[in-house]
DNA sequence: CTGAAAGCGCTTACAG
DNA sequence: CTGAAAGCGCTTACAG
């Protein structure tokens, strides 16, 4: 690779001291506007970028952020990330992407991943696959190294204080969810739930429960399965459910990819959605807007968690103040298409 | 944040020069066995990490690659951004993630991004998005700046040898695809093209237009139309086409995206895919997949081609040879599902 | 306005 | 086996 000038060799040709060349690179005041132009000029002729080893070693800062998702591939991932890439190239600051994957040892994976990226001098970590009492939190805040959890969060009591998040209220997206279904004409839902040990659902879980208690429908832990957001499992737990006695007229799978698992399931055994089995989903992928598929879900603004994830942890990061904390928690919203029945004018009831 | 321990804490404490710690920690000969372990203990237990800036900045290299894509919320991008990061961080890299977006200035965005990653001292680029002439690259040859390119390729006579790149043989492609129509029984078919600057594009419709001479097909070039790889256009498109008189009876989409587009139009007036018109795309994204959707398309192995590209573009970067060119090119394959009529037993024709 | 010196945290010849 | 010195490419007080 040719090798590349140094603020040395623009100092050599200028025939001035380094100290005049970087600063009149960098812009201070204190140099005569002469020497500036020649040595701006003679940067530019030799195609003049500034090492940004050396620079990092100075500043203590790299500009780059790290993001850590179970699989970019997995659409709702990659929608995050494009947010959060979008933002963190607006403010001036470069993404690394690091990948969990499925690992049964995901805590472990995460904390080399953390330790790896540290060691790296990122300047701060977007954190999205954290468990409810995920270990590797605590290190963070004893370090008080910048992080935001986006998507899930830890719920550790003595951490709730000292955590950055960005969120959707997981609690009414299960509860909301659940009075839908329930207004659609539904008494007894089947909730396939993701990864119990995510707040997201575990959340979801829960609100659906208070909502089932409040609307005095039937409850049934045997109609609850963890899934652990993986759509083969939710297409199995369907593909059991259906065939159970007295089965669920509804299903409300924490996801929409889990949903589409359902969805499987339940065609294959030619059944109709909605006429015969109802199902909702979450997150508002593209896919589900597809025709055919259609399937009403309720919304994240995933890409905007990423931007907002972004700026948080930049401002953190730039403010270096430890004592504010931002703790954001957005709005679900359901989208209505035909999954769960399709009433333009209301509800059942 | 907390203040990180250097070398020179470790010396002061062990009592002994900083030169004997760095040889103890990066496990040189030549330091006995006592101060190594003496060394090695302490930075344990000052959870001793070197500043990588410091360490890049002697060895003039980073340890990080970047990745260049469009959007890293397309699925395709997506999966390949996940082979790219899975082998890099097997080999002992990190992966930067830029996205162009969709802006028409595409060549001086990615012209900027790459100077961006340069002048972050990257190792290496992979690049996913260059037009048929694309200027950057002759930039980075001249440079001898490590990089691969991945999906498309630069078609300048005056670069061929000295690229590197893996991507499918698009012109196999458009062909094997054009014949498999022209078997299940369609003599004149719409081609939903890609981009045509884009060597997929470019390529995949000169295989079709090839394939339709060798076949004896209708031809029109009314009947090729360039979509740039946007649903929304590819929609449109067909819209058109399946109002005008001899309509074709297939359309080829360059892209599964497109072809979501074109499937659109087609049930949006009523008719039946494959049983009035029939549609292949190209990715084998995992929509696909989805009964109801059942599209028969042309597989590129996405992820491996990520994979390939990482190590083809680490393998550079380390040899550092300048005289060695790996050209990789994979072989398309059709996955048959519904969407071009289902013969199980064989063709048509 | 300009430059010599020290230093960021590390490694690499080179003496001892 | 061990350490003092120089250096990677830059910036930042500090003198002049």
């Not at 005569?32 to 002729?45: D, F, Q, W, Y």
Request: aromatic share 6%.
């Amino acid at each position: 690779m040719k090798k590349r000038a140094t603020i040395k060799d623009i100092a050599q040709i200028a025939k001035i001291s380094s100290t005049a060349v970087s600063m009149a690179l960098n812009h201070r005041p204190g140099v005569s506007s002469r020497t500036r132009e020649k040595v701006l000029s003679i940067a530019t002729e030799l195609g003049y970028q500034p090492n940004y080893a050396a620079k990092s070693l100075i500043s203590r800062q790299s500009n780059t952020l790290a993001l850590i998702v179970h699989n970019i591939a997995d659409p709702f991932y990659a929608e995050l990330a494009l947010g959060v890439e979008g933002e963190a190239a607006r403010l001036g600051y470069s993404l690394l992407i690091y990948n969990t994957g499925t690992s049964p040892r995901i805590e472990e994976r995460e904390r080399d991943l953390i330790s790896n990226l540290r060691a790296r001098g990122v300047d701060g970590v977007i954190l999205s696959t954290v468990s409810l009492d995920d270990p590797n939190i605590e290190l963070l805040v004893e370090d008080r190294f910048p992080f935001v959890l986006v998507n899930r969060l830890s719920l550790d009591p003595k951490l709730q204080t000292k955590m950055d998040f960005v969120v959707l209220d997981n609690l009414s997206c299960g509860y909301k969810g659940t009075e839908h279904l329930y207004r659609m004409g539904h008494d007894t839902i089947a909730v396939i739930a993701g990864a119990l040990n995510a707040s997201t659902a575990s959340l979801r879980t829960r609100g659906s429960v208070q909502a089932m208690k409040d609307l005095g429908m039937n409850r049934d832990p045997k109609w609850v399965v963890e899934c652990h957001y993986i759509r083969e499992e939710a297409y199995r737990a369907a593909k059991r459910i259906l065939s159970a006695q007295n089965c669920p007229s509804a299903f409300f799978a924490q996801d929409d990819n889990m949903a589409l698992g359902v969805r499987e399931a339940i065609l294959e055994i030619d059944l109709r959605i909605p006429q015969d089995i109802s199902l909702l989903g979450v997150d508002n992928t593209p896919v589900t807007a597809l025709t055919g598929i259609e399937l009403t879900t309720i919304t994240q603004h995933i890409r905007q968690m990423g931007i907002t994830g972004a700026k948080t942890l930049i401002n953190k990061i730039e403010m270096n103040n430890p004592h504010m904390v931002n703790q954001i928690i957005m709005e679900p919203e359901i989208v209505i298409r035909k999954s769960c029945g399709f009433y333009p004018k209301g509800y059942v009831r």
